[in-house]
């Protein structure tokens, strides 16, 4: 996960997730309201503060320990409706998805937990 300070919004905290597998970079993206993995660098700044690679940190409350991370896209056609990274609690090998969330309602699929490594 890398965290964009400079563009902190009321949104939330933008990030974008990376991983490094043979000395190509992945990176996390929203396509056609999927997720998937595309080989790409890690920019060193965002140009937008809305992009395919953007999420944004959520808490659902004070004192809760858990986060969602919102889509910085907006969908067509327009809506009020958000979506946020959660996994399909369905299957077997947990997929990441996009799944619509609701302002105040905590939903365990887009529960995600952070940890320093």
């Not at 998805?97 to 887009?110: A, C, F, T, V």
Request: hydrophobic share 35%.
């Amino acid at each position: 996960m890398n965290i964009y300070r400079e563009l902190a919004t009321n949104d939330g905290l933008p990030v974008i997730f990376s991983c490094k597998v043979d000395n190509k970079n992945y990176l996390l993206c929203v396509q056609n309201n999927s997720v998937i993995i595309k080989e790409s660098e890690l920019p060193e700044e965002i140009p937008t503060e809305t992009s395919e690679l953007i999420f944004y940190v959520k808490e659902f409350s004070n004192g809760h320990s858990a986060f969602c991370f919102e889509s910085s896209l907006k969908f067509e056609p327009p809506t009020e409706q958000r979506f946020c990274l959660a996994w399909n609690k369905d299957d077997p090998v947990k997929k990441l998805i996009l799944k619509p969330y609701y302002e105040g309602r905590i939903n365990e699929s887009i529960n995600f937990f952070i940890e320093a490594k």
